[in-house]
């Protein structure tokens, strides 16, 4: 049985920080591979920003493919919308999981409105939780800080953001560094963001 974590985001574009975490998780906590689940644009939400859902699974199967443990996923490209996580979980389920169990990656940050979620405690009881750190404000509900599936896992610290480079690759300012460079080529060469 595989153990699947699910990372998902927006990914508008992914980056360094992102590889980061989802590689740290793999090497070091009881995950076999990371999947990068790209959350598609909502039919009701429309951000200029955000780049079509091909385009933004396209930049992290760039970003992913010399790493044979971590993979993209459009997975919710074909879910109706607005989608909530606790659908996505059943639907790998019921598709994979023979072969797979499938658990969630987040941030501290997401862990402190873990309780907001729809059905949060059914997907608690299917499936484990990896949580990084991040630097944020609030605390974290008593009922998740012992949880004995709620995994702790002590990646580093990542405060670089989609919406940092989008802005400053915009304002022309040099943010190839925090972009995987086969990300930073597609990138430029659609002329993306500017």
């Excluded at 939400?45 to 930049?59: E, G, P, V």
């Excluded at 993209?72 to 797979?100: M, R, W």
């Excluded at 998740?144 to 480079?165: G, L, Q, W, Y």
């Amino acid at each position: 049985m595989k153990n699947i974590g699910l990372y998902f985001g927006t990914f508008n574009p992914i980056h360094i920080g992102h590889l980061v975490i989802a590689n740290h998780m793999v090497e070091f906590s009881a995950l076999d591979e990371v999947w990068f689940v790209i959350t598609p644009q909502s039919p009701f939400k429309t951000k200029q920003s955000l780049l079509d859902d091909n385009h933004r699974y396209q930049m992290a199967f760039e970003a992913t493919k010399e790493y044979p443990k971590l993979k993209p996923s459009k997975i919710e490209f074909d879910l109706p919308q607005p989608n909530y996580t606790v659908h996505t979980l059943a639907h790998l389920s019921e598709k994979h999981g023979d072969d797979c169990v499938f658990s969630l990656i987040m941030g501290d940050d997401n862990l402190k409105s873990f309780h907001k979620w729809k059905n949060f405690e059914v997907i608690l009881e299917n499936h484990d939780l990896y949580v990084y750190p991040r630097i944020s404000e609030g605390r974290i509900e008593n009922q998740f800080e012992d949880h004995p599936k709620v995994h702790r896992v002590n990646a580093p610290i990542m405060e670089i953001s989609s919406t940092f480079i989008r802005k400053n690759h915009k304002a022309g300012k040099n943010i190839r560094p925090l972009l995987p460079d086969s990300v930073w080529k597609y990138l430029d060469e659609m002329n993306f963001y500017r």
